[in-house]
């Protein structure tokens, strides 16, 4: 079921997604929130990435493990 109360949940993980993980390229690949934080590394052949899934699998978000 939707409605108001589900699109705010939608926008709001949404807008997390976006400003908290989501890489921008005129950013460095950084998210506006972590301007502060080095340039992620580059992923090689053997790097292990780890995926999280919001919005039940909607949006897709990876990071390296070290």
Same mark, same amino acid.
């Given at each position: ?20 993980? +989501? ?6 690949? +950084? ?22 899934? +919001? ?12």
């Amino acid at each position: 079921m939707t409605g108001q109360r589900h699109l705010r949940l939608v926008v709001s993980e949404y807008a997390k997604h976006y400003n908290q993980h +989501r890489p921008h390229r005129s950013l460095g690949q +950084r998210a506006p929130d972590l301007l502060t934080e080095p340039e992620p590394p580059t992923a090689t052949d053997n790097t292990r990435i780890h995926r999280h899934d +919001r919005l039940g699998g909607l949006i897709h978000e990876y990071t390296q493990v070290a």
